[in-house]
């Protein structure tokens, strides 16, 4: 028995032989490898950021834009070590600016073994990025060690009452901080490629959806956020993306309208005054047509 303790959830049992919280079993399974040009701008730049999504979740957020994959019922393509190194070499082939493992903490173990292989055999040529929900294990961090070059968490809620609503994951921003102390000792203040000024190579970028009606949580958010963390250590995204057609099938009616320009700016006030650098979004980004589709072939490179 290899029991699985790769999250906070703490499953502790073989996914050999039963599913975890997160619907996978141990087999590594990917729905799409391919260029994206819809991350912030110094992760997706000029040609795109090479993206991995993983199927499964640890979370089951109720406004989730990746609900087709990420529930364990998706179909995904299960690669060995090999072949997912061949497909991550093809990828930096194609051109992009990094590796981005979206959804990737419960394979953390086997991308741990795959990306140590590859620095050893002089295979990795750009940036890694490890794309998260911020619900993350300390421990589970440090394997990482020396592995990614840029965090990009998020960090989605203050309250644990809103975290355990939407999330099922009630202690969410104390393990989501924690989280985010560890990467930040990793990799330290942010910086830019020196011969790309505008492309990010190393460093922690988190992201913020502002949600329907809970401002006043991103705003307690941010400012706990700042006490905890030095804000010009890390950049960081505040997302008025918002879709609610993904929230349509959900219970809370509040996650069924956008957010409105009032909520999304005075969290975009509250996160300058608080002396956070990064990114802020055009309300049009609202919009499914930026997220990729999982029903076409998973491998477009």
Excluded: W
Excluded at 86 to 99: F, P
């Amino acid at each position: 028995m290899n029991p699985c303790n790769l999250c906070p959830r703490k499953c502790n049992i073989d996914r050999s032989q039963s599913l975890g919280f997160c619907g996978e079993s141990e087999a590594l399974s990917v729905a799409r490898i391919a260029p994206h040009f819809f991350e912030e701008p110094p992760i997706s730049y000029k040609k795109g950021s090479g993206t991995v999504f993983f199927t499964g979740c640890n979370l089951r957020c109720e406004f989730c834009q990746n609900k087709a994959i990420s529930r364990g019922n998706a179909e995904g393509k299960i690669y060995k070590k090999s072949e997912l190194i061949d497909a991550l070499c093809s990828l930096q082939e194609s051109g992009v600016h990094n590796i981005n493992l979206v959804t990737p903490t419960h394979f953390a173990d086997k991308i741990a073994d795959i990306l140590s292989d590859m620095k050893s055999r002089g295979l990795l040529k750009v940036p890694t990025v490890y794309n998260t929900s911020g619900y993350e294990s300390v421990e589970t961090l440090r394997m990482l060690d020396g592995l990614i070059d840029i965090y990009m968490p998020d960090l989605k809620y203050f309250s644990s009452e809103l975290s355990e609503k939407y999330s099922h994951a009630p202690n969410y921003f104390e393990v989501a901080i924690e989280a985010i102390r560890e990467m930040l000792r990793q990799r330290g203040k942010y910086k830019y490629n020196e011969s790309e000024p505008k492309l990010l190579s190393s460093g922690v970028l988190i992201r913020h959806l502002v949600l329907p009606s809970h401002r006043k949580d991103s705003i307690e958010l941010l400012s706990r956020l700042a006490e905890l963390i030095n804000p010009s250590d890390v950049l960081l995204s505040v997302m008025s993306q918002y879709t609610p057609e993904f929230a349509l099938d959900s219970k809370y009616s509040e996650l069924h309208r956008r957010i409105t320009s009032f909520e999304y700016t005075t969290v975009c006030d509250k996160a300058s005054e608080l002396g956070f650098n990064g990114f802020t979004q055009a309300k049009e980004s609202a919009s499914a047509r930026y997220t990729p589709d999982f029903a076409k072939n998973n491998n477009d490179i």
